[in-house]
C-alpha cells in the first residue's frame, strides 16, 4: 500500500475530524504517517552521522510551512484526499501554453477561460512564468525566483485572481518548478559570485578542470551544438560552474542537505498559490556522480520521493509530474519502485508513446509502436500518464535500438530515416520540421515543428492541395483521438487544436534563433478563432473535432485510467488497435489506420465487437458496417467502438 492509500484510510478513519475541519489535527496524523519514511530516505542521501541536525531542521520545518497552506487549500487537500487518485479521470483535459503567447499575459489568460470551456478544457500547464534573465533564458526554464511573477506577465495578485478563478471553473493548474537549476542571476548564485562559501556549496563549482574532466568523461551533453560540455568557467570567482542545460543554468548540488531545505520552502511557496501538479522538470538530473551519466540515479529518486512525502505531508491535494524524457524503461521507475512504489511521482509524462506514434506515422507501420509497448511494464495502479502528441520541447526518438533490430530493421538506418522524414530531407514527404541538435558524430538529432506542420498542413496548404488538407486534418484528428482515449491526461498543445503551423519569428529574435523549439511555440490564432463558427475553414473543422473528441471521452466512464488498457492483435501491419477494458462489459475499442489507402481488418480481430454486438464509434455516433466480414477504415480514420 503506498502512502497515498493511507491517507484515505485515515480521513474515512476520523470522519469528526474532516467534519470539524480539525485540519492541524489531520496534518499530525500525515506526519507520523510519513515519518518513518521521510527519515529513512533523509538519511539514506545525508548520512546521519552527519547530517543530523539537518534532520532536525527539516522536522521544525515541516510544520512551518505547512501553517503557510493557505484555508482554501486545506479544505481542498481534504477532499482531493478522501476522493483519491483525482488525476486519474475521464473528466480531466488538459492544454499547454505561454502565457505570453497565448494571450498577452495572466489577465489575458483569465479573459479566454471561456475559450477553454467551450472546447473542454480543464486543465492548464502554464509555462514558467517567474522571473528570468533578461536574454536568453530557455523560455523561463532559468529561473531567478520560484514564486516572483515576471513583470510583463502581470503580478502575483493577478496570478492569485487566476488560481482562484480556475478553482471556480474547477480547471486544474499545473506549473513548473524548476528543480534541478537556477540561473545564473539567482540570489545564490549572485552570493556564490561573490565568494559567499556557504552559497558556493549550493552549485557544483570547481577551482579548476580535474573534477569537472573527471565528470566530462561520463555525462553527457544536453545542447551538443549550442551548448557544449556540462562546465562554464565564471571569470569573477575564477571557478568552473556545473551546467548540465544552458551556462546560464547552474546545477544545484543536492548532495548538500541547505539545498533540499531550501528548495522545500520554494516548492512549498509555489504550491501555496494554488497550484494542483507540480511538473518537475528535469528531474533525473537531480543527482550527480562521478562516472555515472548523472541520470536516473538511485538517489535522484530518493530525493523526489523526499519531496513528495514531505509535500504529501503539508500538501496532500497536490501530485506530481515527472518530467522525465527518458528510455521506456526509466521512465516508468519514476512512479516509484521497490520500498517507494506509489510514493514517487504520480504522474509522469509518456514520452514513448509520444515518439512510437511519430514513428508510426512516418512508416505508415505499427510494427515498432506494439513491440515497445508490449515490452513496457505495467505502471502501478496509482500512476497515471501525461499524454500527448509534442509538447514545447523536441521530439527525440526515444525508444530502443535493440527493439528496432529485433524487428528486423536496421536501428541506425532507421533514425536516420525518421529524421529525414520529418526535417526536410526527403521531397515526398508532408512533414515540415526542423532538425534540433543533430550531433554529426553520432548521428543524433531531435525533431522541433508544429503538430500540423509535421503531419503535413503546412506543405499542403503550400501547395493549395485539398486532398492532403484534408488528409492532414484527418491525421491531426486521430494522433489526438488516441491520446484522448489512451488512459490518462491528455494535453493539447495550445494551437493544435486549429491546425496552428510554424512559428519562423524566432529566427529573427537574437535570443531566440539558436533554440529551433521555438518553431513549435506558435502564438494563438484569436482572429481564426474569432471565425470558427463559419464551420468552414480547417481551423474549424479542427476545432469542432477536438471539441467532440473531449465530449465524448467526458461521457465514457472507460476513460479513466485504470490500467485498463489492452493491446490488440489487427493483423493489419498498418492499423493500431486496443482496447479500454472494463469489467461491466462496457468497453470501447479504438482502430487507428496510419496508413495513406484504405485498411480492412478482419471481422474475427474485433473479438465481441463484431458484428453481432451492433457497435457503434462514439466518435460519430453511428453504427458501423462489417462487409463480407471486414471493417473499413478510412486513411487515418479513428474509431472508437462501444457494442451496441
Ligand atoms: C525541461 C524543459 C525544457 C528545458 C529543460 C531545462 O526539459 O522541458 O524546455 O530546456 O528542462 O530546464
Ligand atoms: C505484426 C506484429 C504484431 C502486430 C501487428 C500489427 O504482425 O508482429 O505484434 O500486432 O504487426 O501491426
Given at each position: 500500500m503506498n502512502q497515498t492509500s493511507l491517507h484515505h484510510y485515515i480521513v474515512s478513519a476520523y470522519p469528526t475530524l474532516v467534519k470539524e475541519k480539525n485540519f492541524d489535527r489531520l496534518f499530525d496524523l500525515r506526519l507520523s504517517a510519513n515519518l518513518t519514511l521521510i527519515k529513512d530516505l533523509f538519511f539514506k542521501l545525508y548520512p546521519e552521522q552527519r547530517h543530523k541536525e539537518s534532520f532536525h531542521e527539516l522536522l521544525e520545518t515541516l510544520p512551518k510551512l505547512y501553517k503557510k497552506r493557505p484555508m482554501p487549500l486545506r479544505a481542498q487537500d481534504i477532499e482531493r484526499i478522501e476522493k483519491a487518485s483525482w488525476y486519474q479521470s475521464e473528466n480531466i483535459v488538459g492544454m499547454q501554453l505561454y502565457v505570453d503567447h497565448f494571450n498577452h499575459d495572466l489577465k489575458g489568460l483569465i479573459d479566454k477561460i471561456g475559450y477553454f470551456e467551450k472546447l473542454g478544457v480543464n486543465f492548464l500547464h502554464i509555462m514558467p512564468i517567474t522571473t528570468r534573465p533578461k536574454g536568453e533564458n530557455d523560455g523561463g526554464y532559468a529561473v531567478n525566483s520560484y514564486h516572483e511573477v515576471e513583470k510583463r506577465f502581470g503580478t502575483k495578485k493577478d496570478l492569485l485572481t487566476l488560481t482562484e478563478k480556475l478553482r471556480e471553473h474547477k480547471i486544474y493548474l499545473m506549473l513548473d518548478f524548476v528543480a534541478n537549476h537556477t540561473s545564473n542571476e539567482f540570489s545564490w548564485a549572485k552570493k556564490a559570485v561573490q565568494g559567499d562559501k556557504k552559497y558556493q556549496d549550493y552549485y557544483y563549482i570547481f577551482p579548476d578542470r580535474s573534477i569537472p574532466d573527471q565528470f566530462e568523461k561520463t555525462l553527457p551533453e544536453i545542447f551538443p551544438m549550442t551548448a557544449p560540455g556540462n562546465f562554464t568557467y565564471n571569470a569573477t570567482m575564477g571557478k568552473w560552474v556545473m551546467t548540465v542545460f544552458n551556462e546560464y543554468q547552474w546545477d544545484l548540488n543536492y548532495s548538500n542537505p541547505e539545498v533540499f531545505l531550501d528548495m522545500l520552502s520554494n516548492l512549498m511557496k509555489l504550491v501555496n498559490?494554488?497550484?494542483?501538479?507540480?511538473?518537475?522538470?528535469?528531474?533525473?538530473?537531480?543527482w550527480k556522480k562521478m562516472a555515472t551519466q548523472s541520470q536516473n540515479l538511485p538517489e535522484a529518486h530518493a530525493l523526489i520521493a523526499l519531496f513528495r512525502m514531505c509535500l504529501q505531508v503539508i500538501a496532500p491535494g497536490v501530485v506530481f509530474l515527472a518530467e522525465a524524457i527518458v528510455a521506456p524503461t526509466e521512465i516508468i521507475k519514476y512512479f516509484g519502485t521497490g520500498s517507494i512504489e506509489g510514493n514517487e511521482c504520480e504522474i509522469a509524462y509518456n514520452a514513448t508513446l509520444m515518439a512510437l506514434l511519430w514513428d508510426a506515422v512516418a512508416t505508415k507501420k505499427t510494427i515498432l509502436l506494439y513491440k515497445n509497448l508490449r515490452s513496457l511494464p505495467i505502471k502501478p495502479n496509482a500512476g497515471t500518464w501525461i499524454n500527448y502528441i509534442r509538447c514545447h520541447d523536441d521530439i527525440g526518438l526515444g525508444f530502443e535500438d535493440h527493439h528496432i533490430n529485433e524487428i528486423g530493421w536496421d536501428a541506425k538506418e532507421h533514425r536516420k530515416f525518421l529524421l529525414d522524414y520529418y526535417c526536410q530531407r526527403f521531397s515526398w514527404s508532408p512533414a515540415k520540421g526542423m532538425m534540433f541538435m543533430y550531433n554529426p558524430k553520432t548521428g543524433d538529432g531531435r525533431i522541433t515543428g508544429s503538430c500540423a506542420s509535421l503531419l503535413g498542413l503546412e506543405k499542403a496548404l503550400e501547395e493549395n492541395d485539398s486532398t492532403k488538407i484534408q488528409q492532414a486534418v484527418d491525421k491531426i484528428i486521430m494522433m489526438y483521438g488516441i491520446i484522448l482515449s489512451y488512459g490518462g491526461i491528455p494535453l493539447i498543445y495550445a494551437g493544435d487544436e486549429i491546425g496552428t503551423l510554424n512559428d519562423y519569428s524566432f529566427l529573427s529574435d537574437k535570443d531566440k534563433?539558436?533554440?529551433?523549439?521555438?518553431?513549435?511555440?506558435p502564438y494563438q490564432d484569436w482572429e481564426a478563432i474569432a471565425n470558427l463558427d463559419t464551420g468552414k475553414t480547417y481551423h474549424s473543422k479542427l476545432f469542432f473535432a477536438f471539441q467532440n473528441l473531449i465530449k465524448k471521452r467526458k461521457e465514457t466512464p472507460v476513460f479513466a485510467d485504470g490500467n485498463n488498457l489492452e493491446l490488440h492483435d489487427s493483423?493489419?501491419?498498418?492499423v493500431l488497435m486496443y482496447e479500454r477494458t472494463s469489467v461491466k462489459n462496457e468497453g470501447v475499442l479504438i482502430l487507428c489506420n496510419f496508413d495513406e489507402a484504405p485498411q480492412w481488418v478482419d471481422e474475427n480481430q474485433l473479438g465481441s465487437y463484431g458484428k453481432a454486438s451492433k457497435a457503434k464509434d462514439l466518435i460519430v455516433g453511428k453504427g458501423i458496417k462489417i462487409n463480407e466480414g471486414t471493417l473499413l477504415l478510412h486513411p487515418y480514420q479513428i474509431l472508437w467502438l462501444k457494442k451496441g
Amino acid at each position: 500500500m503506498n502512502q497515498t492509500s493511507l491517507h484515505h484510510y485515515i480521513v474515512s478513519a476520523y470522519p469528526t475530524l474532516v467534519k470539524e475541519k480539525n485540519f492541524d489535527r489531520l496534518f499530525d496524523l500525515r506526519l507520523s504517517a510519513n515519518l518513518t519514511l521521510i527519515k529513512d530516505l533523509f538519511f539514506k542521501l545525508y548520512p546521519e552521522q552527519r547530517h543530523k541536525e539537518s534532520f532536525h531542521e527539516l522536522l521544525e520545518t515541516l510544520p512551518k510551512l505547512y501553517k503557510k497552506r493557505p484555508m482554501p487549500l486545506r479544505a481542498q487537500d481534504i477532499e482531493r484526499i478522501e476522493k483519491a487518485s483525482w488525476y486519474q479521470s475521464e473528466n480531466i483535459v488538459g492544454m499547454q501554453l505561454y502565457v505570453d503567447h497565448f494571450n498577452h499575459d495572466l489577465k489575458g489568460l483569465i479573459d479566454k477561460i471561456g475559450y477553454f470551456e467551450k472546447l473542454g478544457v480543464n486543465f492548464l500547464h502554464i509555462m514558467p512564468i517567474t522571473t528570468r534573465p533578461k536574454g536568453e533564458n530557455d523560455g523561463g526554464y532559468a529561473v531567478n525566483s520560484y514564486h516572483e511573477v515576471e513583470k510583463r506577465f502581470g503580478t502575483k495578485k493577478d496570478l492569485l485572481t487566476l488560481t482562484e478563478k480556475l478553482r471556480e471553473h474547477k480547471i486544474y493548474l499545473m506549473l513548473d518548478f524548476v528543480a534541478n537549476h537556477t540561473s545564473n542571476e539567482f540570489s545564490w548564485a549572485k552570493k556564490a559570485v561573490q565568494g559567499d562559501k556557504k552559497y558556493q556549496d549550493y552549485y557544483y563549482i570547481f577551482p579548476d578542470r580535474s573534477i569537472p574532466d573527471q565528470f566530462e568523461k561520463t555525462l553527457p551533453e544536453i545542447f551538443p551544438m549550442t551548448a557544449p560540455g556540462n562546465f562554464t568557467y565564471n571569470a569573477t570567482m575564477g571557478k568552473w560552474v556545473m551546467t548540465v542545460f544552458n551556462e546560464y543554468q547552474w546545477d544545484l548540488n543536492y548532495s548538500n542537505p541547505e539545498v533540499f531545505l531550501d528548495m522545500l520552502s520554494n516548492l512549498m511557496k509555489l504550491v501555496n498559490l494554488g497550484v494542483d501538479v507540480v511538473r518537475l522538470d528535469a528531474l533525473a538530473f537531480l543527482w550527480k556522480k562521478m562516472a555515472t551519466q548523472s541520470q536516473n540515479l538511485p538517489e535522484a529518486h530518493a530525493l523526489i520521493a523526499l519531496f513528495r512525502m514531505c509535500l504529501q505531508v503539508i500538501a496532500p491535494g497536490v501530485v506530481f509530474l515527472a518530467e522525465a524524457i527518458v528510455a521506456p524503461t526509466e521512465i516508468i521507475k519514476y512512479f516509484g519502485t521497490g520500498s517507494i512504489e506509489g510514493n514517487e511521482c504520480e504522474i509522469a509524462y509518456n514520452a514513448t508513446l509520444m515518439a512510437l506514434l511519430w514513428d508510426a506515422v512516418a512508416t505508415k507501420k505499427t510494427i515498432l509502436l506494439y513491440k515497445n509497448l508490449r515490452s513496457l511494464p505495467i505502471k502501478p495502479n496509482a500512476g497515471t500518464w501525461i499524454n500527448y502528441i509534442r509538447c514545447h520541447d523536441d521530439i527525440g526518438l526515444g525508444f530502443e535500438d535493440h527493439h528496432i533490430n529485433e524487428i528486423g530493421w536496421d536501428a541506425k538506418e532507421h533514425r536516420k530515416f525518421l529524421l529525414d522524414y520529418y526535417c526536410q530531407r526527403f521531397s515526398w514527404s508532408p512533414a515540415k520540421g526542423m532538425m534540433f541538435m543533430y550531433n554529426p558524430k553520432t548521428g543524433d538529432g531531435r525533431i522541433t515543428g508544429s503538430c500540423a506542420s509535421l503531419l503535413g498542413l503546412e506543405k499542403a496548404l503550400e501547395e493549395n492541395d485539398s486532398t492532403k488538407i484534408q488528409q492532414a486534418v484527418d491525421k491531426i484528428i486521430m494522433m489526438y483521438g488516441i491520446i484522448l482515449s489512451y488512459g490518462g491526461i491528455p494535453l493539447i498543445y495550445a494551437g493544435d487544436e486549429i491546425g496552428t503551423l510554424n512559428d519562423y519569428s524566432f529566427l529573427s529574435d537574437k535570443d531566440k534563433r539558436t533554440d529551433n523549439r521555438w518553431v513549435n511555440r506558435p502564438y494563438q490564432d484569436w482572429e481564426a478563432i474569432a471565425n470558427l463558427d463559419t464551420g468552414k475553414t480547417y481551423h474549424s473543422k479542427l476545432f469542432f473535432a477536438f471539441q467532440n473528441l473531449i465530449k465524448k471521452r467526458k461521457e465514457t466512464p472507460v476513460f479513466a485510467d485504470g490500467n485498463n488498457l489492452e493491446l490488440h492483435d489487427s493483423h493489419n501491419p498498418h492499423v493500431l488497435m486496443y482496447e479500454r477494458t472494463s469489467v461491466k462489459n462496457e468497453g470501447v475499442l479504438i482502430l487507428c489506420n496510419f496508413d495513406e489507402a484504405p485498411q480492412w481488418v478482419d471481422e474475427n480481430q474485433l473479438g465481441s465487437y463484431g458484428k453481432a454486438s451492433k457497435a457503434k464509434d462514439l466518435i460519430v455516433g453511428k453504427g458501423i458496417k462489417i462487409n463480407e466480414g471486414t471493417l473499413l477504415l478510412h486513411p487515418y480514420q479513428i474509431l472508437w467502438l462501444k457494442k451496441g
